[in-house]
């Protein structure tokens, strides 16, 4: 059973470009978070979603950002007009959704603006 | 609303002395509680977790963390660290009814000398 896939590992993207981010969840999970990581801080949420529905974006900045899981195909988290200050290693992690269980997080995309 | 706090943001043992990590949480709602570790450039694996069933919980690689409700906390503990223990050690909490999201404390970094 492969674990969370996240590609690409490293992204590097110019001021003003797109980046695209995408995640696999593990066989048999519906749900999918969507966190970020700055250096010297924890991991920040920023978007719950299960196949073709967001339920939580309340951590998603309000521009520029957007997140898809679709009904086919991975969840991709995508970052239009990056800046600098987008860098950060973006990690997904997923979980079949019921009681008592941890989500499972992929190896992350780091993401670098020059 | 669930947030968590983490004391110290890094932690510096000799090898074979004993590990603690510490975690407060504040929750609503009964709390699911967990303990990640990150090793550099990689994802979160799950260390142990606790859902409302013992207070002592047993995890991999020797760690155990105890639930204690009227201290809110849920600290990480280990008898005698390995070189290999360290790591970016993460507490995560999350809603034991609704969407289950996992909040994360900021994390603590363990040092472990020869």
């Known amino acids: 059973n492969a674990g969370v896939m996240q590609n690409p590992r490293h992204l590097v993207r110019r001021r003003g470009q797109e980046a695209r981010l995408r995640c696999s969840p593990m066989k048999g999970h519906s749900h999918v978070y969507w966190y970020r990581q700055l250096p010297e801080e924890g991991l920040k949420f920023m978007v719950y979603?299960?196949?073709?529905?967001?339920?939580?974006e309340s951590g998603m900045p309000k521009e520029r950002f957007s997140a898809e899981f679709p009904k086919e195909g991975p969840s991709i988290l995508r970052i239009q007009q990056v800046v600098r200050g987008d860098s950060a290693a973006y990690f997904c992690a997923s979980s079949p959704g019921t009681k008592n269980t941890e989500a499972f997080f992929g190896q992350g995309t780091r993401l670098t603006v020059v | 609303a669930q947030s968590v706090t983490q004391l110290g943001s890094h932690v510096s043992v000799s090898e074979g002395a004993l590990v603690l990590l510490r975690c407060n949480y504040s929750s609503s709602v009964p709390p699911y509680l967990f303990w990640y570790v990150q090793y550099p450039n990689q994802g979160l694996q799950l260390l142990l977790k606790?859902?409302?069933?013992?207070?002592l919980v047993k995890g991999i690689n020797g760690f155990e963390a105890e639930f204690k409700k009227s201290e809110t906390s849920f600290h990480l503990t280990k008898p005698s660290a390995h070189m290999s223990d360290a790591a970016e050690y993460f507490c995560?909490?999350?809603?034991?009814?609704?969407?289950?999201?996992?909040?994360f404390g900021r994390g603590t970094s363990l040092i472990v000398h020869p």
């Open positions: 606790y859902t409302s069933a013992a207070t």
């Open positions: 995560a909490v999350s809603l034991s009814g609704g969407s289950y999201i996992p909040t």
């Open positions: 979603l299960q196949k073709e529905n967001i339920i939580d």
